[in-house]
């Protein structure tokens, strides 16, 4: 067969078969009378099979080895394929994610991409001031995807530049949020926080059902960020969470404060002292806990606060009873109370 009808056969180009010939990959197996080169079956089967290994993405020298050396191995040059291969995947699923921030930005001309890119590459720079800039300067002229900063903030470790990125995303409107949301299903607990701190500084109208839901969540990190955001709030969802934290140790001095500030509504005031009420009664609780729930309950006005302090200030424990009495007294009289 003449090298045309080869070439058409195969899908080879007339030029690369001569180049595989030069190369040694391929030769022809005769030559007609008029010196044209003919190819034989063996040598068609021969392409087909140099083809085939060059889609894997061998080089022609390797592939030269895989067929003529009898001693060759594929399976170290098959894992060396996989590692270039997932390189290469990285570094287009990059540009790729690259490109379509910069598309969603809208930029108006080439300067504005020149700055959208000046940003992002600030964002991942391996200087922690560099990012803290592109961060605090992406709310200016050129807005950063909102993407790009939901990224960088749930992989940021420096507590700087992880202040700057939660302050930018506070201006970025729902669909952080709703990013954000996203990245309290990661199994990294450090993204998880970073996650429900971000929500925690984002305006309230964007992340207050994020943040309910996340009162549900199986971290109590999770649950217990969730709770101090949205009792700031004044959300009365919060509570039970909040109760928890005082009782177990977890915040609970910004825990109580966020139940002071919840107490301010009568109804709220009653529900969080029937809580530790509720707690007390249920026994296990060590000295130290219910210590911790007579000093919460001086921020908590009302007639079951006062009752279950005066319960208390008879505890058995002398810290527990001195420490009721001391919140019974204040309250008694009308000072501030004072974290003991």
């Given amino acids: 067969m003449l090298i045309g009808d080869v070439a058409r056969l195969s899908g080879v180009s007339a030029r690369m078969l001569r180049h595989y010939e030069a190369l040694g990959l391929v030769c022809p197996s005769d030559r ?31 592939v030269g080895r895989a067929l003529d050396d009898p001693g060759f191995a594929p399976s170290a040059l098959v894992d060396d394929l996989i590692r270039r291969t997932r390189e290469r995947i990285a570094r287009e699923t990059e540009l790729l994610t690259r490109l379509r921030r910069i598309d969603a930005s809208e930029p108006a001309g080439w300067e504005g991409v020149l700055q959208i890119v000046a940003l992002l590459q600030g964002l991942g720079s391996q200087s922690a001031a560099r990012r803290q ?86 971290d109590v990190m999770v649950r217990g960020y969730a709770a101090l955001a949205l009792g700031a709030r004044g959300v009365a969802e919060a509570v039970p969470t909040l109760i928890d934290m005082v009782v177990e140790e977890r915040n609970d001095v910004d825990a109580a404060d966020a139940l002071g500030v919840l107490a301010a509504r009568p109804a709220l005031a009653e529900e969080i002292a029937c809580g530790f009420t509720v707690r007390l009664a249920r026994g296990g609780l060590g ?12 921020d908590i006005p009302g007639t079951t606060a006062s009752r279950t302090l005066a319960d208390l200030a008879g505890d058995e424990d002398r810290g527990v009873a001195v420490t009721a009495a001391y919140v019974l007294g204040i309250r008694d009289d009308g000072r501030p109370p004072v974290r003991m």
């Fill in 32 to 62: 007609t009378h008029g010196g044209y080169r003919e190819y034989s079956e063996d040598d068609i089967r021969r392409i087909f099979h140099i083809e085939s290994l060059r889609s894997l993405g061998l080089s022609l020298r390797d």
């Fill in 133 to 218: 800039r592109a961060a605090l300067s992406s709310a200016e002229e050129v807005p950063v995807p909102v993407e790009a900063l939901v990224e960088a903030a749930l992989s940021e470790s420096d507590t700087n530049v992880a202040g700057a990125l939660r302050w930018a995303l506070a201006q970025s409107g729902d669909s952080g949020a709703v990013l954000l949301a996203k990245g309290l299903g990661s199994p990294d607990a450090e993204v998880r926080e970073r996650a429900v701190r971000s929500l925690a500084e984002m305006p309230e109208e964007e992340a207050a059902a994020p943040l309910r839901d996340a009162l549900a969540h199986p």
């Fill in 287 to 298: 000295p130290a806990a219910r210590r911790r729930v007579a000093q919460a309950l001086a």
